[in-house]
Each structure stands twice: as structure tokens, then as C-alpha cells.
């Protein structure tokens, strides 16, 4: 049997957590004002508006592309864990320095898009202590949930959509599966490099379990039918390619599809993504029916 090695409690979470935070972290670098301003202003320049949602008990940052009417769709894309940790510590911060979900979705054609960013990402007022555990320990929990569906339902209601297309990316494929698995409204799911079973992720690693967090997997039966595409990267060490193969053995998927990448867990997924795009997304949506 397996064992584990238990270390002194003060760093007990913290070797649980360090594995997992690394999945969207980022070199340390601008505060959060300057990094929402850059991005704003880069968002600016492919047609996204600055919005930001309250969403209690959080305030979450987002940018959106797309008119009252523009379309029946939503296409929502969900950033990674960001900057969670930083050589080796929980940050107070996880703002990411390159926002990886704003990279895929300024190349998506689609008329209506939500870049939504995660907990304590882009907002000065929601750093230290008080928020940490919502981008370690409970990053995934019940209440990130909810308020990432509530900030969906705003965005989809000013534009007026009827169904959503989800896109994570890392830990943000794993809240898209969450969404996906509690909502009536999604069509379409994908995740890039995606966190898809946190029980068995750290199970593989011996790491303690991520007890305040959901698990994505728990309840894959009910996104058996749903159109799905999960992206993985074949020199990923971060989430490795069995994540998506295990997954795929949780439930009896009829829409299921595995697309390997010669990348890793940040390296070109940008540069990837249209070519992606084109082969697998677009022609999903297109098979939903009006």
C-alpha cells in the first residue's frame, strides 16, 4: 500500500496545494491595476468591453465582445489558476501575467464572447489572507462555482444568448466541467491542458487531497451526452495526457473527443489555437441545433 509522507503541519496545504497552483502560475511581475489596464487595453483592440461582475461573495473581472442580439450563442472562455504560487509560496495575488484564456479568445471568431478571469484575479480589492483559499484550498468549491455561473448569466443576458459554448483552460477546464455538469444551457464544452479529476490527479502524485475544492469528475455522468473536446499538450508534466484519458473512462461519453498537441502546459497553445479552432470547435457548434 501507499504511503504517505506527512510533513509539519504549517506545511501541510502548501505541499498539497504547490502541484496544483503550479498549473496556471506565472512568473512574478505587474500588480494587479497595471495588469487589468494592459489588458483592457489589449482587449480594446479586438473589440472586448471591460466588465465586472458582482458576484457574491466576490467580484469577478471580465471582458466581452458582442451586441444585444448578436447571437444566440455565448462562448465563455475561463482563465487558469494564475499566479497561485510563486517559488514556492501561496501568493496574495493571482492575477497571471499572460491572461492564457484572453490568449485563446481573441482569436475565436464567434460575434459573442466572455473572457471571464477567476478569484482574486484583477482585483485589487480581493487580495491577501481573507481570499487565498479561493485559489488554493477551495479554488474549485461550491462558491467559485456559483459565482462564475451568476457573472455567465449577467454576461449571457446582455447579449441576449440562449446556449453557451465553455472553454477552460487548466484549472479553468475544471470549473467549465462544474458549470457544465450543473447547467441546462451548454452545448458545447472544451478544456486546454484541463484539470479534470483533482481526486485522482493528487492520488497519482501523493499529494493531500484538495478537501475544500470540488471534484470535476464526481459527476461526469451528467455531461455524457454534451459535445466535448479536451486539448492536452504530449510534453505536459503539469496535467499529464492520462488526465483526459481518465476521465474519458468515467462515464459512457458518446460526443468525446481527445486532440494531443506537441506543447506543453503553456508553451504555443495560442499560437495553436485558430488551427484548433477550425478543426474541432467551429464544426461542434455548427452541429448544435438553432
Same mark, same amino acid.
Not at 30 to 37: D, G, T
Not at 61 to 71: D, F, T, V, Y
Not at 146 to 171: F, P
Given at each position: ?9 504549517? =506545511?501541510?496545504?502548501? %505541499? ?6 503550479? =498549473? ?8 494587479? &491595476? ?72 481573441? &482569436? ?52 441576449? =444568448?440562449?446556449? %453557451? ?53 464526481? #459527476?461526469?455522468?451528467?455531461? @455524457? ?31 468525446? #473527443?481527445? @486532440?494531443?498537441? @506537441? ?28
Amino acid at each position: 500500500m501507499r504511503r504517505f509522507h506527512r510533513p509539519p503541519q504549517a =506545511a501541510l496545504l502548501l %505541499l498539497a496545494l504547490l502541484p496544483a497552483l503550479l =498549473a496556471g502560475c506565472q512568473p512574478a511581475g505587474r500588480n494587479q &491595476s497595471s495588469a487589468w489596464a494592459n489588458l483592457t487595453a489589449r482587449g480594446a483592440g479586438y473589440d472586448f468591453q471591460p466588465l465586472v461582475f458582482n458576484a457574491p461573495p466576490f467580484t469577478l473581472s471580465g471582458l466581452l465582445r458582442g451586441q444585444p442580439g448578436a447571437s444566440p450563442d455565448l462562448v465563455v472562455y475561463l482563465e487558469g489558476d494564475g499566479r497561485g504560487v510563486v517559488r514556492g509560496h501561496v501568493t496574495q495575488d493571482p492575477t497571471p501575467n499572460r491572461a492564457m484564456g484572453f490568449e485563446l479568445a481573441r &482569436s475565436d471568431p464567434a460575434p459573442a464572447i466572455l473572457y471571464l478571469a477567476r478569484v482574486g484575479q484583477f482585483q485589487p480589492g480581493q487580495t491577501g489572507p481573507a481570499y487565498q483559499e479561493y485559489w488554493s484550498n477551495k479554488r474549485l468549491s461550491e462558491e467559485v462555482v456559483r459565482a462564475a455561473s451568476q457573472a455567465i448569466d449577467e454576461a449571457k443576458s446582455q447579449i441576449g =444568448a440562449r446556449r %453557451l459554448h465553455l472553454i477552460g483552460y487548466s484549472g479553468g477546464g475544471g470549473l467549465a466541467v462544474l458549470l457544465a455538469e450543473r447547467r441546462s444551457d451548454v452545448a458545447t464544452l472544451a478544456t486546454v491542458a484541463g484539470l479534470l479529476d483533482t481526486q485522482w490527479w493528487v492520488r497519482e502524485n501523493n499529494f493531500q487531497p484538495l478537501t475544500g475544492s470540488l471534484n470535476p469528475a464526481d #459527476q461526469a455522468a451528467l455531461i @455524457a451526452t454534451l459535445p466535448q473536446v479536451h486539448f492536452f499538450g504530449a510534453e505536459d508534466a503539469i496535467i499529464p495526457p492520462a488526465m483526459s484519458a481518465r476521465f474519458q473512462t468515467l462515464a459512457p461519453f458518446t460526443r468525446f #473527443q481527445r @486532440a494531443q498537441q @506537441a506543447t506543453n502546459h503553456w508553451k504555443a497553445w495560442p499560437d495553436l489555437w485558430p488551427a484548433l479552432l477550425s478543426q474541432h470547435l467551429l464544426p461542434l457548434r455548427g452541429q448544435v441545433t438553432p
